[in-house]
């Protein structure tokens, strides 16, 4: 599918790539003349700035050079709108450069400001049709483009959008069914079920697999099935059924919800002792409960059936007591790091980011002070890090959504 809608914006041949009008045409050199394995010997210790600026030379370079420019594509966040664009108009005229892609992390829809239909139209931040209406015109143009993408190796689709929606899901299992993938992830606010056993049954060399879809399954997956697989993103109850003797390492699990709370389960921490690898870096995301116990249980829990965890994470507590963690986390005998994020850390009765005396200096040094009497109580611990949750405001997400806005523009 051939993406043809216009945008205000000029596109360029390829994402902040030169055109061909730009290209020397002069006698080709005696270094375009070496043979292509050497020359792609020598580009390989060029960073892009020097390889685009090579491209601009001959136009024998650039045939050689604009594939590997395609490689490895991240047009993630940190992209501007307009640049994420052009990549997708580049990559909709230019099918020959999909089979070259080896690796993709960033979004689908490149832009929340305008349809392609309409491209001068700004849309409504608060319209949630209008918004759904952009993206399925979006998905319509990229999506397809991945059918072609047959040699990726590493695929990350960061849009956090509804995959259950107009055949969306279809069309990502027929696109990976071609893909022989190393590491695999995937965000959704489907509520209807994501079954991903046929998409894993066909990737033996699967070995990373990091979920944000509550909804995922992997019902009726065999043993057999990746084998491979080392580190996991997801769920606790998802990793229930898929840890079990995989040489899975790291992991990284979302209790999802208090009114099903999973993390303090004892049943799925035996399950996940049944990693055929010891488990040595865990992610824990917990939620904020009445009776601010659950990060006392989910740490005993943790500490009685995986003891040997060297990298321990805790994100998102809303409320962490610092006695729990001052009376649990030394019992990790092994524990090399140790980081504490976006929480809130509660002293008796007092959360660390309200000081009845309002001193910022005072919040610093109750955190540090903190940090530091754990790193007293555990030998094996050198790293150590800590920060508060960050309150949304409804000024941050007009803030967000005007920088959206200026990167489109």
């Known amino acids: 599918m051939t993406s043809s809608f216009q945008h ?12 061909d009008r730009h290209i020397l045409e002069t006698t080709e050199s005696q270094f375009a003349q070496l043979p292509p394995e050497v020359l792609l010997l020598i ?38 709108s307009r640049r994420r664009i052009q990549l997708l108009n580049t990559l909709g005229e230019r099918h020959d450069l999909l089979p070259h892609i080896l690796s993709f992390r ?49 695929l990350d689709f960061t849009d956090n959008i509804d995959w259950k929606k107009g055949g969306r899901w279809e069309l990502f299992n027929r696109a990976v069914s071609s893909m022989k993938l190393r590491s695999l992830g995937l965000s959704s606010t489907s509520r209807g079920p994501l079954d991903f056993t046929p998409i894993l049954r066909g990737q033996p060399e699967l070995t ?54 999973q993390c303090v389960e004892e049943g799925i921490l035996q399950r996940l002792l049944q990693s055929s690898e010891t488990i040595r870096e865990f992610k824990a995301r917990v939620h904020r409960t009445t009776d601010g116990m659950t990060l006392r249980l989910m740490l005993q829990l943790i500490i009685q059936h995986l003891p040997q965890i060297v990298d321990f994470t805790i994100i998102g507590g809303r409320e962490l007591r610092a006695q729990d963690l001052l009376d649990e986390i030394p019992k990790l005998s092994m524990i090399h790091s140790l980081m504490i994020l976006d929480s809130w850390i509660i002293f008796t009765n007092s959360p660390v980011g309200v000081s009845s005396a309002g001193s910022s200096h005072l919040e610093i040094n109750t ?17 150590v890090g800590y920060t508060q949750q960050r309150r949304f405001m409804c000024g941050n997400a007009i803030r967000e959504y005007q920088k959206g806005r200026q990167a489109y523009l």
């Open 367 to 383: 955190g540090e002070k903190l940090l530091e009497r754990l790193k007293e109580l555990c030998p094996s611990l050198s790293v």
């Open 43 to 80: 580009i390989d210790h060029l960073d892009r700035a020097e390889k685009v600026s090579l491209l601009v030379t001959c136009s024998s370079l650039r045939r050689l050079l604009e594939p590997l420019l395609y490689r490895h594509l991240d047009p993630d966040g940190n992209w501007k």
């Open 8 to 19: 205000p914006i000029h596109t360029t041949q390829a994402a902040e790539l030169p055109g």
């Open 106 to 154: 960033g979004q689908l829809i490149p832009t929340s400001i305008a349809r392609p239909s309409l491209p001068t139209q700004e849309i409504d931040f608060w319209n949630s049709k209008a918004i759904a209406l952009l993206q399925d015109e979006w998905f319509a143009i990229s999506a397809p483009l991945f059918l072609q993408a047959i040699n990726i190796r590493d």
């Open 208 to 261: 990373r697999l990091e979920l944000t879809c509550p909804t995922a399954h992997f019902d009726g997956l065999q043993e057999a099935d990746v084998p491979k697989l080392k580190v996991f993103k997801g769920t606790w109850r998802q990793a229930e059924t898929i840890v079990p003797r995989r040489p899975v390492g790291r992991l990284d699990l979302d209790c999802v919800c208090r009114d099903d709370c």
